[in-house]
């Protein structure tokens, strides 16, 4: 077992302790010095979300929405989306670590899902350790199995790292269950921080961020699916994607670049049927509107864009952090 500097105990704030089996915190900052353990699930994910934090029983997304999020993701269609966070990421952390040990650049990915944006950003040559959170259970492990089939997994890179003499536990894919509003991660501990349609919390995303750490948003943009959208509503309103942008700017975080992917999709009923479950659109439209949706899908399939914006920031060069 050892002391990581970098996770911290949900309950009482103390440095955790990591293991195969169980991580337990060091109890150095609980009065009674009591060390709360969270065991390893299986899969290989660890639930961090303490019951006194969760807003409902089962909090996240479903199981059917998480399985229709995998089906249509595999299928491709937001694959450039994939490829374009990919290569986001991958030039700005090149740009803004030229010269610390690459080895320690460590990334967030908040609302992760079921790991396919987690997944690929992972594969970035200079990052060292993805750290995946999302509240959805379900969707942890999902990411968590997938994560261990191609041994990507913290626990498997303990392996290989013995075998080159490198630090243990430092490295592969970390799944988490945890709260994206009270991180467990120690202060200025991240090179950078990926939120893909997840909500925004700039004071938390500021506190775990290094100085020169990267940020990494994505966002529907204007007309996004608007001719599906528009079939299923009769008022349709607009994507305002850069809303949170002034909150991020009063944390002391400049944008570097914005960039924008959009990307025609033809669908059959059942993908369509996939979009509508793993969106909100699904339970927000009237069920005559969906129903007769899927049966023009059925018949003619149904072609709508997808319309993404992505932004990248940088945390504030001049603080003291």
């Not at 793993?278 to 339970?283: I, K, L, N, R």
């Amino acid at each position: 077992m050892m002391t990581n500097r970098i996770f911290v105990c949900p309950i009482c704030q103390s440095p955790m302790e990591l293991d195969k089996q169980t991580w337990f915190c060091d109890g150095s900052l609980n009065p009674k010095s009591v060390k709360h353990p969270f065991d390893v699930a299986k899969q290989g994910y660890v639930n961090l979300l303490p019951v006194q934090n969760k807003k409902s029983k089962s909090p996240g997304d479903s199981q059917a929405s998480i399985l229709a999020r995998q089906r249509f993701l595999q299928a491709g269609f937001y694959q450039p989306l994939q490829i374009k966070l990919y290569q986001l990421i991958q030039k700005h952390l090149k740009k803004s670590h030229q010269q610390p040990d690459m080895s320690r650049i460590r990334w967030l990915d908040i609302g992760c899902g079921e790991g396919y944006y987690s997944q690929k950003i992972a594969t970035i040559p200079s990052i060292s350790q993805l750290i995946a959170i999302d509240i959805s259970k379900p969707a942890v492990s999902e990411l968590a199995k997938s994560s261990k089939r191609q041994h990507l997994l913290w626990h498997q890179s303990q392996v290989i790292n013995q075998q080159t003499h490198q630090s243990a536990l430092n490295q592969g894919i970390v799944p988490l269950v945890a709260s994206a509003s009270k991180l467990p991660l120690q202060d200025n501990c991240l090179s950078g921080v990926s939120s893909i349609f997840s909500p925004i919390l700039p004071q938390e995303i500021d506190r775990v961020l290094s100085k020169k750490g990267i940020v990494c948003i994505a966002k529907p943009d204007v007309g996004h699916l608007a001719s599906m959208r528009s079939a299923l509503f009769d008022e349709v309103r607009e994507h305002q994607s850069d809303k949170f942008l002034q909150q991020l700017y009063d944390v002391g975080l400049t944008l570097l670049e914005e960039a924008f992917v959009e990307t025609d999709l033809i669908l059959n009923q059942q993908q369509l049927e996939d979009l509508l479950t793993m969106t909100p659109y699904s339970y927000r439209a009237k069920r005559e509107n969906r129903e007769a949706l899927l049966r023009q899908a059925d018949t003619t399939g149904f072609k709508t864009t997808a319309k993404f914006v992505v932004y990248v920031l940088e945390k504030d060069r001049k603080t003291n952090y």
